[in-house]
């Protein structure tokens, strides 16, 4: 026998659903923009100018979209209720947090351009 959800928990369901199916293309587009950064950045020291740890942030940052990525994935192809709740929150929390490593990273790339 199913339970049937209130209606308020049914939208919640829907919105969590299309939150997951927002953050699984976004962050697996953003992978292959840090792994353009750092091709970008090892052609700039190959012509002698000095990178310093921007790809190392990019580096690490791909991997956090590459979390973001898979956790929303299985989030939406999952039907436990409280799994899918918590691989939610894992691509919330990654998603946004690769997004503010990859602000510092154009700030240290920016920086150290410039200098």
Not at 20 to 37: E, N
Not at 84 to 98: G, K, P, Q, S, Y
Request: proline content about 2%.
């Amino acid at each position: 026998m199913q339970r049937r959800l209130a209606p308020s928990s049914r939208a919640r369901e829907a919105l969590d659903a299309r939150i997951c199916r927002l953050i699984c293309p976004i962050a697996a587009a953003m992978v292959g923009v840090c792994l353009t950064g750092i091709g970008l950045l090892h052609v700039t020291l190959a012509i002698g100018r000095k990178a310093g740890f921007a790809d190392d942030l990019l580096a690490i940052d791909s991997l956090l979209f590459l979390v973001a990525t898979l956790s929303s994935y299985v989030a939406v192809r999952r039907l436990e209720h409280r799994r899918v709740h918590t691989l939610e929150r894992i691509a919330d929390a990654t998603f946004m947090t690769a997004m503010l490593l990859l602000t510092v990273a154009c700030f240290v790339i920016t920086y150290a351009l410039n200098s």
